[in-house]
């Protein structure tokens, strides 16, 4: 499916004009980089921000812009809620450091945990979360391997990993047939673990097949690799399951955008996570979207000068990030023309 366009779609000019790369600094390693950087832009709506990840091609990438775009450009859909709940996240840091990664919420109820590093064991996964169980008795626990498993190695590890109580697995392994089977072979052996699609929503050229191939209990979905807000509830209207809204290591102007698809859905059964500029060691505004008691109020983002001056990316990084704005821009249009 592609990307929908917003109505009002701005030249690459504009787009120039209010363009700032920044490089944020990470407290832990998290997909495997230290620092993030990204391109935000200012349009008379608001910010937005446009950050896939170097190694994304252009014709997925602008499924991104679309999402920055319609920020900027177009508005939210009105809210349903005001208040948002969302999880903790735990990289794939050793045990003995989950207390610290922990503080840094506050108070949550529900934590996810990243599993199947690469370069790590079961045994590192299984104490990490059993860190995780200990520190929060009561929290819901779901683990997220990034499609790292294959199918027996994701059984057995999930397996093992249910024995503290699992909410649910995000993407155990890549592909939606072995989805089906992971589910398939935990159902039949009595193992309560939910399956979540992530990569096999946003990064499938038919972001519904995994629901009709009944791939999943529930979908992950991120506004920025959808397309945007007014995409990702078509596409949960269309699958029939529920929804978590995750962010992509976005700074405050990037979890405005997975607020405003929280705040817009029909139903949000479960915890979003929506908290990870706590990962970061500054952000690009002076009051960030953090949680607080376990939740986020839905508002406004306003990038600050200093900030975006502090930590401008270096003029080779702009350079890099500005040429594929143009050529993303370039994509993206040419999808409307007649």
């Known amino acids: 499916m592609p990307p929908s366009v917003p ?7 504009e787009l120039l004009a209010t363009a700032h790369v920044v490089s944020l600094p990470m407290r832990v390693k998290f997909r495997g980089i230290m620092e993030r950087e990204t391109l935000l832009l200012r349009g008379p ?6 950050c896939p990840f170097p190694e994304y091609a252009d014709a997925e990438a602008s499924r991104w812009l679309a999402a920055t775009i319609e920020a900027g450009w177009h508005g939210f859909p009105s809210p349903v809620r005001s208040v948002i709940p969302v999880n903790a996240t735990v990289p794939a840091v050793s045990a003995d450091r989950v207390p610290e990664v922990l503080a840094r919420f506050g108070r949550v109820d529900a934590v996810k945990v990243k599993v199947a590093e690469r370069g790590q064991t079961l045994d590192d996964d299984a104490a990490r979360v059993a860190a995780v169980r200990s520190a929060l008795p009561d929290a819901a626990i779901r683990v997220d391997a990034n499609g790292g498993w294959d199918v027996p190695t994701a059984v057995k590890a999930l397996t093992r ?5 699992l909410e649910y697995a995000e993407q155990p392994v890549p592909s939606i047939e072995g989805l089906a089977e992971v589910r398939r072979q935990l159902r039949a052996a009595g193992t309560p673990v939910l399956i979540a699609a992530d990569e096999s929503v946003r990064k499938e050229s038919d972001p519904l097949k995994v629901a009709r191939a009944g791939a999943a209990d529930l979908l992950v979905v991120k506004v920025a690799p959808l397309g945007g ?3 990702a509830l078509d596409i949960v209207a269309q699958a029939g399951l529920p929804a978590v809204v995750s962010s992509a290591l976005d700074t405050s102007v990037g979890i405005r955008a997975g607020l405003a698809l929280a705040a817009a859905l029909p139903e949000l059964p479960y915890a979003c996570g929506l908290g990870t500029v706590s990962l970061f060691t500054s952000d690009i505004t002076l009051d960030p979207l953090v949680a607080d008691d376990g939740a986020i109020r839905l508002r406004e983002v306003t990038a600050d000068a200093g900030l975006l001056e502090q930590y401008a990316a270096s003029p080779e990084r702009r350079d890099w990030w500005l040429a594929r704005l143009a050529r993303v821009h370039a994509l993206l249009a040419a999808s409307t023309a007649p």
């Open 7 to 13: 109505p009002a779609f701005p030249s690459l000019d």
């Open 229 to 231: 807000v007014r995409r």
């Open 45 to 50: 709506l608001g910010w937005g921000e446009f």
């Open 161 to 165: 990993l249910a024995a503290v109580g």
